[in-house]
């Protein structure tokens, strides 16, 4: 599969989103020792006390931007790869990851830092029209055998 061009590149866009929900979550962890905000009590009593077993409104955002690109993210892994396999031309299909990517980073950048809206609503939408346009394609690939 990797010898399709538009599978390679999927899979190139793939892999860039799944560091990026790494990176939040690395962030998340570190945002929660700095704080001292854990989760759990066993990790609050591990850092310091059951004082520190609460939550932390800057450690909730990043947890919500890392809940929201699961969200969002996983979806178009599966829209992606099945997307790949329908035979799309290599510009159209890498423009759909592109966009879904830059959405994505934009997107986290935004409710990271709490960008003024509507900024994080914007790249949210324009993000979600790769994924209409990719799961109408497959659709319309899929039909004949429904």
């Known amino acids: 599969m990797l010898r399709s061009n538009v599978f390679s590149c999927f899979v190139f866009y793939a892999v860039l989103l ?17 704080r ?32 929201n690109d699961m969200e969002n993210i996983l979806p178009f892994l599966f829209l992606g790869a099945v997307y790949s396999l329908t035979g799309p031309s290599l510009p159209v299909a890498r423009l759909h990851f592109l966009v879904f990517l830059l959405c994505r980073v934009l997107h986290s950048v935004a409710y990271l830092f709490a960008l003024t ?11 979600q029209v790769p994924c209409v346009s990719m799961a109408l394609q497959v659709l319309v690939a899929v039909i004949p055998y429904a």
């Open 18 to 34: 799944i560091l990026k929900m790494y990176a939040l979550a690395i962030i998340t962890g570190q945002l929660r020792l700095r």
């Open 36 to 67: 001292k905000a854990f989760a759990n009590p066993e990790d609050a009593l591990r850092h310091g006390g059951l004082e520190f077993f609460r939550e932390d409104p800057d450690v909730e955002r990043c947890r919500r931007a890392h809940l």
């Open 117 to 127: 809206p509507p900024t994080r609503s914007v790249a949210y939408v324009i993000g």
